[in-house]
């Protein structure tokens, strides 16, 4: 019994990881390329989540200008006084 809730915890969390790429995505200009394209089956074409993810930061750094990627806190917690 101890498998079968650890299979559909796995699978569960599977479908959530699932629906935030979709949800990203919906943000991206990929997206709107899609929805123009393949109108209400655009969903048919999500792209694998890597390439969500490279194109959300590629998007932000446009976004931004990159001016902001300087300020932004390191991911280990710490505060840094300097850059290396």
């Known amino acids: 019994m101890k498998l ?3 299979i559909q915890e796995f699978a569960r969390e599977l479908d959530a990881q699932d ?3 979709v949800v990203l995505w919906e943000w991206l200009p ?3 390329m899609a929805k123009k394209h ?3 089956y655009y969903f048919e074409f999500t792209p694998a ?3 969500v993810m490279i194109e959300a ?3 932000i750094a446009w976004l931004t ?3 902001d990627m300087l300020e932004a806190e390191c991911p280990c917690g710490e505060i840094h006084d ?3």
């Open 65 to 67: 200008d990159n001016k």
């Open 57 to 59: 930061s590629r998007f």
């Open 38 to 40: 393949h109108g209400k």
């Open 30 to 32: 990929s997206c709107e």
């Open 49 to 51: 989540p890597s390439d």
């Open 4 to 6: 079968k809730a650890s």
């Open 19 to 21: 629906n935030a790429v």
């Open 82 to 84: 300097e850059l290396p």
